[in-house]
């Protein structure tokens, strides 16, 4: 981290969707390594209280506008050296609003991707993308030359909005880095509505005495990093700027199912009477995800340093902390939530 810590501070950083859930976390570390943060945000599914700490710091600012307005972009581009793209609309967003989750991730990338160009300040665009490009996995563990075959309009436009920096960067030599999360999870992680993930949801409905959902049998595999480890491998990566025009996967390497998850999240809740509730498939839903973690820990030796079972006492400690809440958060649970 010592190469990342020198070469981020003081650096002019733009993190697009910072107010979400993983794009917080990376604001979080951005400023604790010395660099100078502005968020672009339209607060769609992100929220200011996940940026409360910072509100009132010299070195962050906070501009509210969406990367499909002309205006928004320029405003945040402005003196800008790093960018990091992780604006999106989610998954089960994409069942209900194909269109419009299209838009925002795939063409809206293609806006800010041209905007750069035309901005001679920027150094560098780490584009933030996600396993789900892959579809479901053929081989055990999936690594970057995996093909790509996305189940879902999210997975089909976070396809095109890869490619298109990849296009960036071939056509126009535009520093670029394409990066595929698999599943993250940790604090500020959505339970809400259509955003709303599998841990969240369901360690709030168990908290609050409700039975977990599983959508399906509960068979489908998944591969989870805890969000810091997450934001650290971004950070690393854009960085060392060892893999400008690549691609490259961050993840853990260890499978688990939902099954196991609900099973687990009920005995780290007792007393709560929750038990779990199986339920129709998710439309779409890939039936296994697994990285294979091989090309960022050999070029940058990165590996996740928060287990899966202490990232889940760190997220129910979160809960805790927000005992007062729960109720209010469970009321925007929408059970089956891509209808
Ligand atoms: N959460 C995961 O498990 C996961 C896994 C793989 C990849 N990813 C990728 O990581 C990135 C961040 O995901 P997240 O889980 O933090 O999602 P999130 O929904 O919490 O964050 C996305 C942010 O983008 C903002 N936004 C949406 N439309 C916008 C627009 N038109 N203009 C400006 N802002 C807009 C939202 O308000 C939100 O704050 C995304 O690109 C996602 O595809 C996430």
Redesign the pocket.
């Known amino acids: 981290m010592q190469q990342a810590v020198e070469k981020l501070a003081g650096k002019k950083c733009l993190v ?9 976390h990376l604001v979080d570390l951005l400023i604790e390594e010395g660099a100078q943060v502005r968020v ?8 200011k209280e ?1 940026l409360a700490q910072h509100f009132g710091k010299a070195e962050f600012e906070f501009l509210e ?5 002309p205006r ?1 972009i320029q405003r945040a581009l402005q003196g800008i050296e790093l960018i990091f ?6 998954v089960r967003h994409s069942i209900k609003y194909p269109e419009e989750n299209h ?3 795939a063409h ?1 990338t293609l806006k800010l991707l041209q905007a750069v160009r035309a901005t001679e300040s920027v150094r560098y665009f780490t584009h ?5 490009v892959y579809g479901t996995s053929r081989q055990a563990a999936m690594d970057e030359e995996h093909p790509t075959f996305p189940h879902t309009v ?1 997975g089909a436009g ?1 396809l095109a909005g890869e490619a298109y920096a990849r296009a960036f960067y071939l056509t126009y030599r535009m520093p670029v880095a394409v990066i ?6 940790g604090p ?3 339970f809400e509505g259509d ?1 709303g ?1 599998m841990i969240p949801k369901s360690l709030l409905r168990a908290l609050t005495g409700h039975p977990v959902l599983v959508f399906g049998e509960g068979s489908q595999e998944r591969d ?1 990093t805890y ?1 810091t480890d ?1 934001a650290r491998a971004i950070v690393e990566i854009t960085a060392s700027m060892l893999f400008t025009g690549e691609t490259v996967n961050i993840g853990s390497g260890r499978a688990v199912t939902i099954r196991e998850i609900a099973e687990k999240i009920i005995s780290l809740t007792p007393g709560t009477n929750a038990g779990i509730e199986y339920t129709e498939a998710r439309p779409g839903d890939v039936q296994r995800l697994l990285c294979d973690t091989g090309l960022l820990k050999k070029k940058l030796g990165f590996t996740p340093q928060v287990s899966f079972e202490q990232g889940l006492a760190r997220v129910i400690g979160w809960f805790r902390e927000n005992e007062n809440k729960l109720g209010e958060w469970y009321a925007a649970d929408t059970g089956k939530n891509w209808q």
């Not at 672009?40 to 929220?47: E, F, M, P, Q, S």
């Not at 933030?128 to 789900?132: A, G, I, N, Q, R």
């Not at 595929?180 to 999870?185: E, G, I, L, Q, T």
């Open positions: 697009t969707g910072g107010a979400g859930f993983i794009g917080s672009l945000d339209n607060l769609a599914t992100g929220k996940n506008g969406s990367i499909l307005e928004d793209h992780l604006v999106c609309r989610g838009l925002v991730n809206g933030v993308s996600s396993s789900e999210y976070k595929r999360p698999f599943n993250v999870f500020r992680s959505h955003a993930e989870f969000v997450t």
